[in-house]
C-alpha cells in the first residue's frame, strides 16, 4: 500500500503531508485515519504507549468520544528526508462543557511507502472560554480560508 507523497520530502511534499494528515484527523474516523500508518506503527501519545493499527483504532475512537467538537490545525515545523516535526493546536469541548485548547508538538517518521511507522507526541491542555475559541468552523475538513497556526499567533 502507498501513501503518497513519499519520502524523502521536500517542502511542498512535506506541507501536503502535514495538511493530509490535520484533514484526516478533523474527519474523526479512526478506521480512516489508522490507513495512513504502517500496521506495527509506534505511538507515544502524552502517556500511552501504542502499538499497531488495531490500537490506534481504539485510542481514537475513545479520543473522540471524550474530545467532543474537536477542531485540529497542524502546521510543518522542520523536515529532512523521511522524517516530519509538526506543532498543533486543537480545541474541544469535555462531556461537562469546559471547553479546551490543547498545544503540542510531533515528531513523525514514514517508511518507503508514506506510512507513518512512528509518532511521538506531546501536549498540553489548556482550559478556555468559550468566547475564546478561535477554530470556528464546521466540523470536518478545516476550509482553506482559514488561518493557521502562526496567522493565529498560535
Known amino acids: ?22 484533514d484526516a484527523w478533523n474527519g474523526q474516523d479512526p478506521e480512516t485515519v489508522a490507513q495512513a500508518y504502517t500496521t506495527d506503527s509506534q505511538w507515544r501519545n502524552r502517556l500511552e504507549f501504542i502499538h499497531g493499527r488495531e490500537d490506534i483504532v481504539a485510542f481514537l ?50 517508511d ?7 509518532r511521538a507526541a506531546s501536549i498540553n491542555d489548556q482550559p478556555i472560554s468559550a468566547t475564546d475559541r478561535l477554530f470556528r468552523w464546521p466540523e470536518g475538513r478545516r476550509p482553506d480560508s482559514h488561518p493557521g497556526l502562526s496567522t493565529l499567533g498560535l
Open 1 to 22: 500500500m502507498s501513501r503518497p507523497p513519499l519520502p524523502p520530502f521536500n517542502a511542498e511534499t512535506a506541507a501536503q503531508k502535514v495538511r493530509l494528515a490535520e
Open 61 to 110: 475512537t475513545r479520543k473522540w468520544e471524550r474530545e467532543q467538537e474537536y477542531r485540529l490545525i497542524k502546521e510543518l515545523w522542520a523536515f529532512q528526508e523521511n522524517r516530519i516535526a509538526v506543532r498543533f493546536a486543537y480545541e474541544w469541548q469535555d462531556q461537562a462543557g469546559q471547553w479546551f485548547r490543547s498545544h503540542g508538538n510531533e515528531n513523525w517518521e514514514f
Open 112 to 118: 518507503e511507502n508514506g506510512l507513518m511507522r512512528y
